[in-house]
Structures are given as C-alpha cells and as structure tokens.
C-alpha cells in the first residue's frame, strides 16, 4: 500500500493522462465523436477484459471472507445514498425534470473508468478483483434502480440489461473461473492482460476529452448553482466518509480504502445518458457530472489522508 505522497504522485500520473485526453481533443487530434467510440471500447473490451483477467486467481477462504466485506460495504453504502438522495431531493425546489437527476447524481458514481483507473494504482490487480466484487450490487443497482429514477412506471425494466450487459457477464464469468479449479490457458491469459491494461489510460483520456467539451457558459451556471454543490459535497465527501466505522470492526485496511475511494467517485455520466433517453434535464445531468468530476482531484487524494489516518 502506497504512504499519502507516493498515492499523491500516482494520482498526478493519472492526471496527467487526462490533460493528455483534453489537449488532443482542443486541438481537434480526435473528434466530436471520441467520447462515446472510448466509451464502447471500453465498455465492451478493455473493461471485460481487465476483469476477466484479475479473477483468474487461486480460491481461498480468506479471498471469499474478503468478498463478503466488500458486499456489506457496498450494500450498506449504497442504501445509505439512496436515503439521502431521496431526503436532499425532497428538500429541494428543483424543477420536476431535474428531480430523477438530482438523486441519479447522488447515488451513483463513475466506478468504472476512473474508480478502476484509481484501485489499479493502488493495488494492481488485487485492486481490480477487489472493486469488481464492491461493484456487484452497484451493477445490479444502476440497470434497475437507475432507470426507475427516470422511468418510473412507463414501461417494464430490461431484465436482460440487467444481467446481459458486458460489467455483469464479465465479472460472473469470471466468479466462475475463480470458484473452479481452472485457468485461463497462458496465451488467453495474456491477451486478456495486455487488453485489460488499456483500460486505465482509456478511461483518463477518456475523461480528460469529457472535460474539453466544457463551455464557458458552464463555469458560471456551476458556481451559481448550490444545488449542484450541495450534491457534489455529499457525493464526494460526506458519502464515503461513513464508511469509517467499520474501522471498527476491523475491516483489513485495503478492503477500506478501496470501498473509501470507489464510494467517493465523481458521478457517472450514465446519468446523463439515461436523462437524455428519458427526457429528463440532460444539460443539468452533465454539469453536476462536470462539477464532480473536476473536485475530485482534490477528494479523492483527500480521503486517502483521512483513512490512512484512521489505520495509522
């Protein structure tokens, strides 16, 4: 586990892939287009891949004990995010478009590009076997509950999104790997590393191109809006931060950070999908995304001092 510089100058790393994404994006190197082409590539590729990849490891009890943590940390955090959500949405005045979104926001965060971009340099492929499991319920959550928020009673929910998209399909294969005593053979292995790998640098350019379509405009709405910010504060900060009881019950420190961190992402522009398929404030969705992503250069460095503080 890296001290609090060493995870400081590895999050620069990160960084730095993202500047790299916003300036081939300003000097137009890629086009209008690239955030939804990384998207699916990573999506239906890389992130497969990378999962695929990281649960090719020998069973344990102390593996399946370590699991179950992460499933109670992930059930009880995101409970807590829909309570609040809902609570923060009914104290609002948001105009009726902007209700779904405002909860959409709150509970769910951008675990998939930037939180394994995040587990990966902290705990390499441990990281990554790790956030899969955390990220379980959220998979499950996001393909049901999300769509509720925008939906409601419209129409049916898509049993086969829910269970036949490429994060879920991913990690139960390999959940099965990992549970039979096989392997994948050495060459499979290897393109599924080599692809997997990808992943990190595609999702922070990923993100950096995401932040190059920022108008001027925007800047101003954000710091006028205390909606937004309230969200942003909460997502980030206070969200994450009631993890730390379990500190507790001693809960093995990497299990910790890791919950810490992924609970502490910047919300997921999922969200902006769904308000624009749904007819929900798409505009609105994208700059409570942009707020939060900008802010968490800041929160996430800053909650890895405070559970290393707790630990310490």
């Excluded at 239906?44 to 370590?66: G, H, M, Q, R, W």
């Excluded at 105009?95 to 959409?104: A, D, F, H, L, T």
């Excluded at 509950?145 to 939906?151: E, M, V």
């Excluded at 829910?162 to 990992?178: D, R």
């Amino acid at each position: 586990m890296y001290s609090t510089g060493e995870f400081v100058q590895e999050m620069l790393v990160l960084y730095s892939i993202a500047i790299l994404g916003f300036i081939v994006r300003k000097t137009g190197i890629l086009n209008e287009n690239t955030n939804d082409v990384l998207t699916q590539l990573i999506l239906y590729i890389t992130l497969p891949a990378l999962i695929l990849f990281s649960l090719d490891i020998p069973f344990s009890v102390t593996i399946i004990k370590e699991f179950l943590w992460l499933i109670s940390m992930s059930v009880y955090i995101l409970g807590i995010s829909i309570f609040l959500a809902m609570w923060m949405k009914r104290r609002s005045r948001l105009p009726e478009k902007q209700n779904s979104v405002y909860e959409g926001l709150i509970i769910f965060g951008n675990q998939g590009f930037i939180g394994y971009a995040v587990c990966f340099i902290l705990l390499g492929e441990q990281g990554i076997v790790y956030l899969t499991m955390f990220n379980l319920c959220y998979l499950i959550l996001v393909w049901t509950y999300g769509i509720y928020l925008f939906n409601k009673s419209k129409e049916t929910l898509s049993w086969k999104n829910t269970f036949l998209n490429p994060g879920f399909l991913s990690t139960l294969i390999g959940l099965i790997i990992f549970l039979l005593p096989v392997s994948w053979p050495n060459m499979v292995s290897k393109g599924l590393e080599s692809v997997g790998k990808m992943t990190i640098p595609l999702s922070m350019m990923m993100i950096g191109s995401l932040l190059a379509n920022i108008k001027y405009n925007d800047f101003f709405l954000l710091m006028k809006n205390s909606y937004l910010w309230k969200m942003a504060l909460t997502k980030l900060l206070f969200i994450p931060l009631l993890l730390l009881p379990f500190a507790a019950v001693y809960v093995p420190f990497p299990l910790l950070v890791i919950a810490v961190l992924v609970s502490g992402m910047p919300s997921a522009p999922t969200i902006s999908l769904y308000s624009q398929k749904y007819g929900a404030d798409t505009h609105f969705a994208s700059l409570g995304v942009l707020l939060t992503t900008l802010l968490c250069i800041i929160t996430i460095p800053f909650l890895y001092i405070i559970v290393n503080l707790i630990n310490s």
